[in-house]
């Protein structure tokens, strides 16, 4: 079985003045957009950070917070660090001015999350299973309940080597949903609550946060599903940019390094078709609220 859900612009800029714009439908039907000549471009003197010493060793991207800017993950000080936050910065500026863009329906609504730069190799000898993003999975975080809220990602391949990242995607949301919602329980009474009470969550863990979560381990730990579902390899080039609900599109990092990621949130009721969004799908499939 074949998967095809990567769609391809023809995009030369990130301005408002290029020429795809309004395709929200596309990208909320759980489809990859991608732009192959669409570069994030480093000038001269940032060349120098497309080397793994910058990174403190222990994060695995260097990244900027919002809504204060600060710089996480990196060894690099004083000018340099200003340098490197300064062109991170850059890149949430023209990954916000393309959403905005492409997604005009969203304005206002856009919630910036963390910009990050993620200088190594992707790794797939990670210490669990549960880690390892060579395997196919939706995005769902343990600490970090969504509650519902969508995760757009805009990535970029900034590899100075011709080095593809390379990726494989897998079914539809709602086929994925299927095949394991049978066997996922309900959270076990008061859970939610302990977890945020004792802070290993950030809020309140709800039952679609549980369902996500579930989905993201069972995909994770089931080889058979990793080997035999329906997938696809992807390669984007260096020069690619690519727009993903990586809550909705099951994806697999593979190799590659040198990228450039923007989140973005966005409240399920801001989409212009909310029924297709995980939440809302999950519901219409048990028929119930989920949170
Ligand atoms: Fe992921």
Redo the contacts with the bound molecule.
């Keep these: 079985m074949a998967v095809d859900i990567v769609r391809t612009f023809p995009d030369i800029r990130w301005a408002s003045d290029g020429p795809t714009r309004g395709v929200e439908a596309l990208v909320e039907d759980g489809l990859v957009l991608a732009f192959p000549h669409l570069p994030f471009v480093l000038d001269e003197s940032e060349r120098r950070f497309l080397d793994a010493r910058w990174a403190d060793g222990k994060a695995k991207n260097i990244s900027v917070r919002w809504p204060g800017g600060e710089l996480r993950g990196t060894a690099a000080e004083a000018s340099d660090a200003d340098a490197l936050r300064a062109m991170i910065v850059r890149y949430a500026e023209q990954a916000e001015a393309l959403a905005l863009r492409l997604f005009p329906h969203y304005a206002g609504h856009l919630r910036r999350g963390n910009s990050s730069f993620r200088p190594s190799e992707v790794s797939t000898r990670q210490s669990s299973w549960r880690k390892d993003?060579s395997r196919l999975?939706i995005?769902a975080f343990p600490s970090n309940p969504m509650q519902g809220t969508r995760l757009l990602r805009v990535f970029s391949n900034v590899n100075p080597a011709a080095e593809p990242r390379q990726w494989r995607v897998g079914e539809r949301f709602e086929e994925h949903a299927r095949r394991y919602l049978p066997k996922i329980g309900r959270p076990l009474p008061g859970s939610s609550a302990l977890m945020h009470l004792t802070g290993i969550t950030k809020r309140r863990r709800t039952e679609y946060d549980h369902l996500m979560l579930q989905l993201h381990d069972r995909a994770k730990a089931d080889l058979d599903f990793q080997r035999d579902s329906p997938q696809a390899r992807v390669d984007f080039a260096p020069g690619t940019t690519w727009v993903v609900y990586?809550d909705q599109v099951l994806?697999a990092a593979m190799g590659g390094r040198h990228m450039m990621e923007q989140t973005f949130y966005l409240e399920v009721e801001r989409q212009q078709q909310p029924s297709t969004s995980p939440l809302r799908t999950l519901e219409r499939l048990l028929n119930r609220p989920l949170r």
Excluded: E, G, W
Aim: glycine residues 0%.
């Design positions: 993003d999975h995005d990586s994806h």
